[in-house]
């Protein structure tokens, strides 16, 4: 008895302090009576010693999310885009994070985009046949809402579609000019400032009627089937106008900022 007592005694006083590896991950095995984690506590049988020996996460590993390679953190140190799935070991709040994304690109090209094609007065439309307007900028990308945010974040033509669209989310506190206002799967609009407490000032194209311009020009047939010329037809031009509130809208910063 005495000699176990003394053996487990010893066993779980050198548990402690020994690497410990879950999945691609690893970190230091704890006793989390009398220790604390600067990473994340797993519960799984890793660490020699009793069920208070646990595992100290401090590394999750790399991953492979859409393509697209990036780190396995808790989402809340993520500044990138997580992505929740089975693509990173350890608890749910462990995701894969993509900070990637176009490097050297910052607020004065996403305003120089943006006032290039408020001076063209760029009307809303589905085909991509629209450059940024800038001599180092590619195109063509579709001068819709989404394509319009990709041209001014310098995504790859034609831009990214509201469903998918690549950028983290950020509080209504942290917003600044050159972020996006989202509604994943319905519309984006760049962030542009502040006219009044709750007020956002945006950038946006938008062609659905009345909303935007408040009349549709006639459908010059690029669009789609004239069933759907009275909602998504050209004619509504890039605007910069004053929404009376968030509308719902999550505010997103771009992926690398």
């Not at 989390?32 to 010693?49: K, L, N, R």
């Not at 809340?76 to 749910?92: A, D, R, W």
């Not at 605007?239 to 509130?245: C, F, G, N, V």
């Amino acid at each position: 008895m005495i000699f176990c007592f003394v053996f487990c005694f010893v066993w779980a006083v050198l548990a402690q302090g020994q690497s410990c590896t879950y999945g691609a991950g690893s970190g230091t095995c704890i006793n989390v009576d009398t220790q604390s984690c600067d990473g994340v506590i797993t519960t799984a049988d890793v660490c020699p010693g009793g069920d208070n020996i646990e595992c100290c996460m401090t590394n999750f590993g790399s991953c492979d999310a859409n393509g697209q390679t990036g780190e396995c953190i808790p989402t809340q140190e993520c500044k990138g885009q997580t992505n929740p799935g089975n693509f990173c070991p350890g608890p749910q709040n462990i995701q894969c994070c993509i900070t990637g994304g176009p490097s050297g690109w910052n607020i004065t090209d996403v305003a120089e985009v943006a006032a290039a094609w408020l001076a063209h007065g760029v009307l809303y439309n589905w085909t991509p046949d629209v450059k940024q307007y800038i001599d180092y900028g590619p195109g063509l990308y579709r001068s819709d809402c989404s394509g319009f945010v990709s041209a001014a974040w310098n995504f790859p033509p034609p831009g990214a579609v509201t469903a998918s669209f690549p950028c983290y989310p950020i509080t209504e506190s942290e917003l600044r000019p050159g972020d996006a206002l989202l509604d994943a799967g319905d519309h984006v609009a760049l962030f542009w400032g502040w006219t009044a407490p709750g007020q956002p000032l945006v950038i946006e194209e938008c062609g659905s009627f009345p909303d935007c311009c408040g009349s549709q020009a006639t459908c010059p047939g690029k669009c789609g089937s004239d069933s759907n010329c009275d909602d998504y037809c050209p004619g509504c031009p890039i605007q910069k106008r004053t929404w009376p509130s968030l509308e719902g809208f999550q505010p997103c910063r771009r992926n690398g900022w």
